[in-house]
């Protein structure tokens, strides 16, 4: 198959990826040029007439363990010593090693996925099968508390950089054995182990099986990043609005999966993605749960709340000002007649400078090393806001709206559903210029349209607004749990009942 716009052939992907023989010599120059690749021989059972080659990349082996559990048993075993080296190789991955894990392996392809994995593998002479053995260094992030999503009342951990350590977090928690989790590689030149995780009996199997699906179908170099995961999987790239939601935190990751949805992890990412997503799961909070029923839900009221201001405040605003005057009482009407006499720009000029203004402050904060980005964002937010109404270039009503419009974006648990709602916003204030209160309601129903016709893995993206009965009202109202008798509707899930 060939790429029509540019003439570039595909190329598919090689399976194996190391093809040839198993020798010595083939690992070696599989290996040519790698500074971190060794060699050292090892005498079996202390025999000088009997030894092996341990192979190795350093710095993905521990030393220590090597050391403690294989060269040492290796060595000074006295039944090794006077074995045949066939025998012993049998004796060593039967149990002479001390080793969690020894496997004979006869392929280049394991041989060296080993080596890159953090094992040590032993060639022996006359030998077709070599003895590989896993050692993996367990250098890595130390378990602390979420910076992006912080919790009062609650775990204290979240997701590091390592695969088995963010499954053992899970485990830790979801003790049961219908915990599945399915592993795949990812990326030609990277070899990313990602896993699927779900639970057996609970978790809908057509789920399951599409995510799988759209996992085993990336084809790419690298896995480095979040966007080679969401903008695979994801059923479009054509929207602002992120269809698949992810979490630091272990405890939520783990809610995510007994609600019946299904979760994936990738090695080197410290977060975990949960999918589908709606619109629904953006709005509710790690603390929900932890709070007061009634608490919870008056917040996330607020949040719902929050966000009508984040995305119409602007808009309507310059609605008001340049076609709708009549919709102000007459006091706040010459209020702003009269800041705006001195300012030479027009009203929808005004706003977007402003609102351009907050995302390059925001920006800046977010580059910037944490002391640095506070100093940054009060000096963006006081001192230049401050100077801008002084020196007339804008007027204070608007710097009020715009202010006010940003902080309540913040309320939002997503901060990738709060940056799309800020995309939008711009769209929403050049509609307002253009028509008025009749340009926002145009540009409203194209976005309702757009996030109507939008699904997360078959799931309506607008659910719970979608769903019927008390699916609808468990998605905006936290209700108290002794009341919750059942899980989503829209998860078809295969036990919906989740207690008593």
């Known amino acids: 198959m060939e790429s029509k716009q540019e003439g570039i052939p595909w190329h598919p992907r090689q399976e194996p990826r190391i093809t040839g023989a198993l020798t010595l010599d083939h690992i070696r ?55 045949p080296l066939k025998k012993a190789v049998d004796w060593m991955q039967k149990g002479a090693l001390y080793n969690l894990s020894v496997e004979l392996r006869s392929t280049m392809d394991q041989v060296v996925s080993d080596l890159i994995g953090g094992n040590v593998v032993f060639v022996f002479p006359g030998q077709s099968e ?12 130390s378990i602390s ?29 979801i003790r049961t054995p219908n915990l599945k989790i399915k592993e795949q590689i990812v990326g030609r030149q990277t070899l990313t182990p990602v896993d699927l995780l779900y639970l057996e009996g609970l978790t809908n199997p057509d789920l399951v099986k599409e995510a799988e699906a759209r996992l085993s179908e990336i084809d790419i170099d690298a896995l480095l990043t979040t966007a080679n995961l969401e903008e695979y999987m994801s059923d479009t790239v054509k929207t602002p609005f992120p269809l698949m939601g992810y979490t630091e935190r272990p405890d939520r990751f783990c809610a995510g999966l007994v609600e019946g949805r299904v979760g994936i992890l990738a090695d080197g990412l410290p977060l ?25 839900s008056f917040l996330r009221i607020l949040r719902y709340f929050c966000m009508f201001i984040a995305l119409f405040m602007p808009a309507i605003y310059v609605a008001a000002i340049n ?39 925001q920006e800046a904060g977010l580059r910037l090393p944490p002391a640095i980005g ?27 709206t715009v202010a006010v419009a940003g902080i309540a974006g913040f309320t939002l648990p997503s901060q990738e559903v709060s940056s ?10 050049i509609a307002a210029s253009l028509a008025g209160l009749f340009g926002v309601v145009a540009a409203t129903v194209v976005l309702i349209y757009h996030v109507a016709a939008l699904e997360s893995f078959g799931v309506p993206f607008i659910t719970p607004f979608a769903a019927v009965g008390g699916d609808q009202i468990d998605g905006v109202l936290r209700r108290p749990l002794v009341w919750v008798k059942f899980r989503e509707r829209s998860l078809k899930t295969q036990n919906r009942r989740n207690q008593k």
């Open 29 to 83: 120059e599989v290996f040519q040029d790698c500074v971190d690749f060794q060699e050292r021989e090892v005498l079996v059972g202390g025999d000088p007439g009997k030894w092996t080659l341990m192979l190795s990349i350093a710095g993905m082996v521990k030393n220590e363990r090597v050391n403690d559990y294989i060269l040492r048993p290796m060595f000074y075993n006295p039944h090794l010593e006077g074995m």
């Open 130 to 141: 070599m003895l590989s053995c896993a050692v993996p260094t367990e250098e890595k992030r």
């Open 145 to 173: 508390p979420s910076d992006n999503e912080p919790m009062l009342k609650g775990a204290r951990d979240s997701f590091v950089e390592s695969i088995r350590t963010n499954t053992s977090l899970v485990r830790r928690r």
């Open 272 to 296: 975990g993605f949960l999918l589908p997503e709606t619109v629904g799961q953006f709005f509710k909070s790690n603390e929900d749960r932890a709070k007061n029923w009634a608490v919870a």
């Open 323 to 361: 076609f709708h005057p009549e919709m102000l009482p007459a006091s706040l009407a010459w209020s702003i007649v009269e800041a705006k006499i001195d300012v030479p720009f027009s009203t929808v000029f005004e706003v977007l400078i402003l609102l351009f203004a907050f995302e390059i402050v």
């Open 374 to 400: 506070t100093t940054v964002s009060i000096l963006g937010g006081l001192v230049v806001g401050t100077a801008a109404v002084e020196a007339k270039i804008v007027s204070p009503a608007v710097l009020i």
């Open 420 to 429: 799309a709602l800020r995309l939008w916003r711009f769209g929403l204030v």
